[in-house]
């Protein structure tokens, strides 16, 4: 039969789309599927580094596509020295081919030896189980100078002081200028500079500043490392004449003290390492293929004799704008009073390229207020404690001097309030030139305030002749944390605000009095609540070398690193945080090099602390006990009430048990499993010893019953078991009747507290302590006014000797919980660096919603939960590469929908098991929307102890 006409067209059109539909196939087959991408490349956890050492760097990448549950089957990794190669897919330097490997995350660069100064382009392409990628846009990165002999620079400065200096007491030191002008005949085709000046510098080429980098380069102990910046320079040269200049700051180089402070508390002077001075190397490479170096050697000249009249990182920097030197950056400026500079001994440190960020203007604030409490004097309200500076128009006659002072808070009449300041002047003056409008803003110096006083300013201030200049690393925020209770927003925003603000290179404890170390027993625990927050690998990172730098021959480890006080206490508590951050490294970043690399120096800690002090298995070193708990009465700084104290070979104990485990578990990734048993089985006995000593099985209590000292025994997994749950009991007992259901731990105890409450099933009572608006709390900073978080829990109140705004160690474990427990984002156990992640919500009465997002190092990932009456909502988003165990709260899956549908019948989703009232699926990567009709509401009090009960606190649970 023939066809009709309309017959045949539709069977033309039945074949076209068969043939379609074959050729989609055909080319989805064969070719890169075009859904499946790889981006955000990073090496050494930054994109395209400019400038680093790191000879065998990590490279990692990202994974995108909608398909659900993308998994990497392999990836091919192309280095190449020019973009021209890499455009023709040639991996001169590295060409990894395909390997069949699923880590899209620190494979480390495995090519040929990178030397000095070469930039190298890389792009990666991957195989997923949803087809393969094609090649990633190219990234780069620039290596710096590797060989110590690449530099023929000197080190030069003038070692003394000039007329106007103050070497004792409070220094006082004028900046340094040094200048030297070069010809540059030919267009530079690139043009690098490499620059170290101590303690700190800002350079600038022709005029021109050179980055935006303040207060570099990162402080170290100068007597063991330097860091030194790289800079592409290319576009700062001209053809012909060419000046570069380098201002010299003390920063921590020059000391800020000089002698032993017997006010009260003595306060140690800080480490000297003598005059300012600087190494710098600029290379000019041109077409032909030839190079002119420049380095600082005699041939420069330098003074002393400019506008920064003085600069100490604690007193303020003086400025006096009619000593300003037009065109001193630039050529054909008359220098002939300048001295020649001199070859000086160069620091003992050895020069290393700088990885951890440099220090930028992050934000800039207006100032809310500005008021006048006594004639002449106005304060200035920055409505925020920041830390950074105040930038300022000004007009007036020469020789008016315009002086600002800060301070955390006022008194009762509006002017400063500055004893918690202690001796730190924190005074920065300017003096006008009389030449129009003026702007002035400090180059070496910082603050830790939020109201300022103003005296001397020629008319009357206003907010706009003022801006707030807020410093901090240069780090990508990393997370976002919201939910329904206000107070706890508050408490994140105050925790925000107050860990950047302690960031300069090193964490620090406060920003404002006469201290500002990266104190250890500050920052253990909070580094993970902040690495949330914050990509702060690198950072923490350089502080454990700072901290490996600090160790003294004997194996002793001091409380302060870098060591500009000398305070070498042999504690357990504080240089335990050298171990604590390495294994945070290592789970939140995947990086078991911090391990390897510091596990020698770890061990001789250990050992020293052991032959030393160690009897029966008992470690009695303890100095600061549960640091600033609340005390008994509000103008107290420690409590005197042996009660509320913990005993101090209990802590020292404890954590010398817990660093055992850590050994342990650091041991057996290396495969070292002979040293890895000896710290076990010392454990063992450490344990016995310290059960015979604190614990009383008749009551469960240690000690003295503390919930510290019970609350370490438990989270340390000290106890005998059999006996958790009732040390648990004295735990839970103690807060709600001696606290009244409020924090009654300080630094140490508050590390576990949250995580502890939560996992034996008591989230409702961490919800409160978190909560609580009255003394003692974080609520309670907040409803007095702290937009930060204070170093006392009375810091209203308390003796102004040691009480700083700003310091965040008492936030303890309160960011994880946020995280981990409200936002229930966390390593799934035995996992490292999100590769499996464990997202259990712990529901409490009292919110509604919760939203939080964490760009980890596979991926974004996010989880939305909201809850009402009848209903449980839950977004998820899991990254590319990396799969999720959820534990969504339900009696039974048929209560549960993914987007509508069914969750039985989603495919993808794998139903694991039930747990009380909850029910466990395992996901692979993608968005899902979750939603579960009438719920158990209070799912959360009986998260049984045996599903990864004490999954955090087991350390050896990393396999
Ligand atoms: C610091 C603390 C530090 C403590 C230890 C204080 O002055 O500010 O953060 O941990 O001393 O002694």
Same mark, same amino acid.
């Given at each position: 039969?023939?066809?009709?006409?309309?017959?045949?067209?539709?069977?033309?059109?039945?074949?076209?789309?068969?043939?379609?539909?074959?050729?989609?196939?055909?080319?989805?087959?064969?070719?890169?599927?075009?859904?499946?991408?790889?981006?955000?490349?990073?090496?050494?956890?930054?994109?395209?580094?400019?400038?680093?050492?790191?000879?065998?760097?990590?490279?990692?990448?990202?994974?995108?596509?909608?398909?659900?549950?993308?998994?990497?089957?392999?990836?091919?990794?192309?280095?190449?020295?020019?973009?021209?190669?890499?455009?023709?897919?040639?991996?001169?330097?590295?060409?990894?081919?395909?390997?069949?490997?699923?880590?899209?995350?620190?494979?480390?660069?495995?090519?040929?030896?990178?030397?000095?100064?070469?930039?190298?382009?890389?792009?990666?392409?991957?195989?997923?189980?949803?087809?393969?990628?094609?090649?990633?846009?190219?990234?780069?990165?620039?290596?710096?100078?590797?060989?110590?002999?690449?530099?023929?620079?000197?080190?030069?400065?003038?070692?003394?002081?000039?007329?106007?200096?103050?070497?004792?007491?409070?220094?006082?030191?004028?900046?340094?200028?040094?200048?030297?002008?070069?010809?540059?005949?030919?267009?530079?085709?690139?043009?690098?500079?490499?620059?170290?000046?101590?303690?700190?510098?800002?350079?600038?080429?022709?005029?021109?500043?050179?980055?935006?980098?303040?207060?570099?380069?990162?402080?170290?102990?100068?007597?063991?490392?330097?860091?030194?910046?790289?800079?592409?320079?290319?576009?700062?040269?001209?053809?012909?004449?060419?000046?570069?200049?380098?201002?010299?700051?003390?920063?921590?180089?020059?000391?800020?003290?000089?002698?032993?402070?017997?006010?009260?508390?003595?306060?140690?002077?800080?480490?000297?390492?003598?005059?300012?001075?600087?190494?710098?190397?600029?290379?000019?490479?041109?077409?032909?293929?030839?190079?002119?170096?420049?380095?600082?050697?005699?041939?420069?000249?330098?003074?002393?004799?400019?506008?920064?009249?003085?600069?100490?990182?604690?007193?303020?920097?003086?400025?006096?704008?009619?000593?300003?030197?037009?065109?001193?950056?630039?050529?054909?400026?008359?220098?002939?009073?300048?001295?020649?500079?001199?070859?000086?001994?160069?620091?003992?440190?050895?020069?290393?390229?700088?990885?951890?960020?440099?220090?930028?203007?992050?934000?800039?604030?207006? =100032?809310?207020?500005?008021?006048?409490?006594?004639?002449?004097?106005?304060?200035?309200?920055?409505?925020?404690?920041?830390?950074?500076?105040?930038?300022?128009?000004?007009?007036?006659?020469?020789?008016?001097?315009?002086?600002?002072?800060?301070?955390?808070?006022?008194?009762?009449?509006?002017?400063?309030?500055?004893?918690?300041?202690?001796?730190?002047?924190?005074?920065?003056?300017?003096?006008?030139?009389?030449?129009?409008?003026?702007?002035?803003?400090?180059?070496?110096?910082?603050?830790?305030?939020?109201?300022?006083?103003?005296?001397?300013?020629?008319?009357?201030?206003?907010?706009?002749?003022?801006?707030?200049?807020?410093?901090?690393?240069?780090?990508?925020?990393?997370?976002?944390?919201?939910?329904?209770?206000?107070?706890?927003?508050?408490?994140?925003?105050?925790?925000?605000?107050?860990?950047?603000?302690?960031?300069?290179?090193?964490?620090?404890?406060?920003?404002?009095?006469?201290?500002?170390?990266?104190?250890?027993?500050?920052?253990?625990?909070?580094?993970?609540?902040?690495?949330?927050?914050?990509?702060?690998?690198?950072?923490?990172?350089?502080?454990?070398?700072?901290?490996?730098?600090?160790?003294?021959?004997?194996?002793?480890?001091?409380?302060?690193?870098?060591?500009?006080?000398?305070?070498?206490?042999?504690?357990?508590?504080?240089?335990?945080?050298?171990?604590?951050?390495?294994?945070?490294?290592?789970?939140?970043?995947?990086?078991?090099? =911090?391990?390897?690399?510091?596990?020698?120096?770890?061990?001789?800690?250990?050992?020293?602390?052991?032959?030393?002090?160690?009897?029966?298995?008992?470690?009695?070193?303890?100095?600061?006990?549960?640091?600033?708990?609340?005390?008994?009465? =509000?103008?107290?700084?420690?409590?005197?009430?042996?009660?509320?104290?913990?005993?101090?070979?209990?802590?020292?104990?404890?954590?010398?048990?817990?660093?055992?485990?850590?050994?342990?578990?650091?041991?057996?990734?290396?495969?070292?499993?002979?040293?890895?048993?000896?710290?076990?089985?010392?454990?063992?006995?450490?344990?016995?010893?310290?059960?015979?000593?604190?614990?009383?099985?008749?009551?469960?209590?240690?000690?003295?019953?503390?919930?510290?000292?019970?609350?370490?025994?438990?989270?340390?997994?000290?106890?005998?078991?059999?006996?958790?749950?009732?040390?648990?009991?004295?735990?839970?007992?103690?807060?709600?009747?001696?606290?009244?259901?409020?924090?009654?731990?300080?630094?140490?105890?508050?590390?576990?507290?949250?995580?502890?409450?939560?996992?034996?099933?008591?989230?409702?009572?961490?919800?409160?302590?978190?909560?609580?608006?009255?003394?003692?709390?974080?609520?309670?900073?907040?409803?007095?006014?702290?937009?930060?978080?204070?170093?006392?829990?009375?810091?209203?109140?308390?003796?102004?000797?040691?009480?700083?705004?700003?310091?965040?160690?008492?936030?303890?474990?309160?960011?994880?919980?946020?995280?981990?427990?409200?936002?229930?984002?966390?390593?799934? =156990?035995?996992?490292?660096?999100?590769?499996?992640?464990?997202?259990?919500?712990?529901?409490?009465?009292?919110?509604?919603?919760?939203?939080?997002?964490?760009?980890?190092?596979?991926?974004?990932?996010?989880?939305?939960?909201?809850?009402?009456?009848?209903?449980?909502?839950?977004?998820?988003?899991?990254?590319?590469?990396?799969?999720?165990?959820?534990?969504?709260?339900?009696?039974?899956?048929?209560?549960?929908?993914?987007?509508?549908?069914?969750?039985?019948?989603?495919?993808?989703?794998?139903?694991?098991?039930?747990?009380?009232?909850?029910?466990?699926?395992?996901?692979?990567?993608?968005?899902?929307?979750?939603?579960?009709?009438?719920?158990?509401?209070?799912?959360?009090?009986?998260?049984?102890?045996?599903?990864?009960?004490?999954?955090?606190?087991?350390?050896?649970?990393?396999?």
């Amino acid at each position: 039969m023939k066809p009709t006409e309309k017959g045949r067209n539709k069977v033309i059109s039945k074949v076209m789309r068969i043939y379609s539909i074959a050729v989609i196939v055909i080319f989805w087959a064969c070719s890169p599927q075009a859904d499946i991408e790889v981006n955000h490349l990073r090496c050494e956890f930054q994109e395209n580094p400019f400038g680093i050492d790191v000879v065998q760097p990590f490279l990692s990448w990202e994974i995108s596509g909608t398909p659900r549950g993308i998994t990497q089957k392999a990836y091919h990794i192309l280095v190449a020295s020019s973009m021209e190669k890499l455009n023709h897919n040639e991996g001169d330097l590295w060409d990894s081919r395909m390997v069949n490997d699923d880590s899209s995350i620190n494979v480390a660069y495995n090519g040929t030896s990178l030397k000095s100064r070469i930039t190298c382009y890389w792009k990666v392409k991957v195989k997923t189980n949803h087809g393969e990628s094609g090649w990633s846009q190219p990234a780069q990165w620039r290596m710096a100078l590797v060989d110590k002999n690449d530099w023929q620079a000197q080190w030069i400065g003038l070692d003394k002081s000039f007329p106007g200096d103050v070497l004792k007491e409070k220094t006082r030191l004028a900046a340094r200028y040094l200048r030297k002008e070069f010809k540059n005949e030919k267009k530079a085709t690139k043009a690098t500079l490499y620059i170290s000046g101590l303690g700190l510098y800002e350079a600038f080429i022709n005029g021109k500043r050179i980055g935006d980098q303040v207060l570099a380069p990162t402080p170290t102990d100068y007597s063991k490392s330097v860091k030194y910046n790289t800079f592409d320079i290319t576009d700062f040269l001209a053809v012909g004449d060419n000046t570069i200049g380098v201002t010299l700051g003390n920063g921590r180089f020059f000391n800020m003290r000089t002698i032993e402070d017997n006010s009260y508390p003595p306060l140690p002077p800080t480490q000297n390492y003598g005059f300012p001075k600087m190494i710098l190397q600029m290379e000019i490479d041109y077409d032909d293929g030839s190079r002119q170096t420049l380095v600082s050697d005699d041939s420069w000249k330098i003074t002393a004799d400019g506008p920064i009249l003085a600069n100490n990182e604690y007193d303020g920097e003086e400025y006096d704008a009619r000593k300003e030197m037009p065109g001193w950056d630039n050529p054909g400026f008359n220098d002939t009073r300048w001295m020649p500079a001199e070859l000086v001994e160069a620091p003992k440190g050895t020069l290393q390229a700088q990885l951890n960020a440099n220090i930028k203007i992050m934000e800039t604030l207006s =100032p809310e207020t500005v008021t006048e409490p006594k004639p002449g004097m106005y304060i200035l309200d920055m409505g925020q404690n920041m830390v950074g500076w105040l930038s300022m128009k000004v007009k007036g006659k020469a020789g008016e001097k315009v002086k600002l002072r800060f301070a955390e808070v006022l008194n009762e009449d509006g002017t400063l309030y500055m004893a918690n300041i202690r001796n730190a002047l924190v005074t920065d003056i300017y003096t006008l030139k009389g030449e129009g409008e003026e702007y002035w803003e400090p180059s070496f110096v910082y603050h830790g305030f939020r109201y300022v006083e103003i005296t001397g300013y020629p008319g009357i201030p206003t907010i706009d002749d003022f801006e707030g200049k807020v410093i901090y690393d240069e780090m990508e925020t990393t997370g976002h944390f919201e939910t329904s209770d206000n107070l706890i927003n508050q408490i994140y925003k105050n925790a925000y605000w107050g860990i950047r603000g302690n960031y300069r290179g090193m964490p620090t404890d406060c920003p404002q009095r006469d201290e500002r170390m990266a104190w250890l027993g500050d920052r253990a625990t909070g580094s993970l609540g902040e690495s949330f927050v914050f990509n702060n690998h690198n950072l923490y990172a350089k502080w454990l070398d700072d901290i490996e730098e600090s160790q003294l021959e004997n194996g002793s480890i001091p409380d302060v690193a870098p060591a500009y006080w000398k305070n070498y206490n042999d504690n357990m508590t504080w240089p335990a945080a050298y171990l604590i951050i390495a294994d945070m490294l290592y789970n939140q970043y995947g990086d078991a090099r =911090p391990i390897v690399k510091h596990y020698e120096s770890m061990k001789k800690w250990m050992k020293f602390m052991a032959d030393n002090f160690m009897e029966d298995y008992i470690m009695p070193r303890d100095l600061y006990g549960d640091w600033c708990m609340p005390p008994e009465s =509000p103008e107290m700084i420690h409590s005197a009430d042996p009660a509320r104290k913990t005993d101090g070979t209990l802590l020292g104990t404890s954590f010398y048990y817990h660093m055992l485990r850590l050994l342990e578990k650091f041991a057996q990734l290396q495969d070292k499993n002979d040293e890895s048993k000896q710290f076990s089985d010392q454990a063992i006995l450490v344990k016995d010893a310290y059960n015979n000593r604190f614990f009383n099985k008749e009551t469960a209590q240690y000690s003295n019953n503390t919930v510290t000292a019970n609350l370490v025994s438990l989270c340390f997994n000290l106890v005998p078991e059999g006996y958790e749950e009732k040390v648990f009991e004295n735990i839970v007992y103690k807060t709600q009747h001696d606290f009244n259901g409020h924090v009654s731990t300080g630094l140490v105890g508050i590390q576990w507290l949250m995580r502890g409450l939560s996992e034996y099933g008591r989230s409702d009572l961490a919800f409160q302590i978190a909560t609580n608006r009255d003394y003692p709390s974080w609520g309670y900073m907040i409803e007095r006014g702290a937009t930060t978080i204070w170093e006392l829990w009375n810091g209203d109140t308390g003796d102004p000797t040691m009480n700083s705004q700003n310091h965040v160690m008492l936030l303890g474990d309160l960011i994880v919980w946020f995280y981990e427990y409200l936002g229930a984002i966390q390593n799934a =156990p035995g996992n490292c660096g999100f590769k499996k992640i464990e997202m259990h919500p712990y529901d409490v009465d009292g919110l509604t919603y919760v939203t939080a997002s964490y760009h980890s190092t596979h991926g974004l990932i996010k989880s939305a939960w909201k809850k009402s009456e009848d209903s449980f909502e839950w977004n998820i988003t899991v990254p590319a590469n990396s799969k999720a165990v959820i534990s969504i709260p339900a009696k039974d899956k048929k209560q549960i929908t993914e987007s509508g549908k069914k969750v039985s019948a989603t495919q993808g989703i794998k139903f694991l098991r039930n747990e009380t009232g909850r029910v466990v699926f395992e996901v692979g990567s993608g968005d899902y929307e979750f939603k579960v009709k009438l719920i158990n509401t209070n799912f959360d009090r009986v998260r049984v102890l045996n599903y990864s009960a004490v999954s955090y606190l087991s350390v050896l649970d990393f396999k």
